[in-house]
């Protein structure tokens, strides 16, 4: 009978050893495979992020929806321009006191034109995908929208374009995938979705720590 505990003992060890194991080896796992998808889905959003502020930066507004943002980045030109500055006569001044008087202004030149798509993204069209969200589900796509929000009477331009952990994450373990979700970190990207810019505070930053890259444009 002792001999029988002590191999039914052992089996136990065993099992719970193997249980053990298989945990914490499959919460690495998981943050492993975290980590890719997240940098993915952030360089998805890095790429949405400044087309947005190109966006704002020659119409004043942001774009709501991604075919009148893919539209923009085919079609729109910078203006390129040189600020330099000189001196000229001050004429009310050289009235006044009859001296020639002279005061210094800036001028801005205008050189040229350079289109949007070859200043973003460098000849590349990886622009017209920005909106697939990369992970296990087909045709999963970030959700964007864009508006205004008052702040002292003045209306503001506000964008975000997000995707939910449960999307980039949906073939993994649903405990893990709840953690993951109540993270609150420095190091990590806190809460339930991967998120550029607001809808109701004036930022256009994303929510994930450096690790994956400057979250300011």
Do not use: C, H
Not at 2 to 7: A, E, G, N, P, Y
Not at 149 to 178: G, M, T
């Amino acid at each position: 009978m002792k001999i029988v505990f002590q191999l039914v003992l052992w089996v136990i060890i065993g099992v719970l050893g193997y249980l053990l194991f298989n945990s914490v080896y499959g919460e690495v796992k998981f943050n492993d495979l975290k980590v890719v998808r997240y940098q993915k889905a952030v360089n998805k959003l890095k790429d949405i992020q400044k087309s947005q502020l190109a966006y704002r930066q020659l119409t004043g507004k942001f774009a709501k929806d991604f075919n009148q943002l893919i539209e923009f980045i085919d079609t729109a030109e910078f203006v390129l321009t040189e600020r330099r500055d000189t001196l000229v006569l001050d004429e009310e001044l050289t009235r006044r006191y009859r001296v020639d008087t002279n005061k210094e202004i800036t001028i801005i030149d205008t050189l040229g034109f350079r289109s949007v798509k070859d200043s973003l993204f460098q000849g590349t069209d990886r622009y017209k995908t920005m909106m697939n969200v990369p992970g296990p589900v087909a045709d999963a796509k970030f959700e964007m929208d864009a508006g205004t929000i008052l702040k002292s009477d003045v209306p503001i331009p506000v964008f975000e374009a997000k995707v939910s952990k449960d999307i980039l994450l949906a073939d993994q373990p649903k405990d893990y995938v709840a953690k993951e979700k109540q993270v609150v970190s420095v190091e990590g990207v806190n809460g339930a979705y991967l998120t550029v810019g607001s809808m109701t505070e004036v930022k256009t930053a994303g929510n994930w720590p450096k690790s994956y890259g400057d979250a300011d444009e």
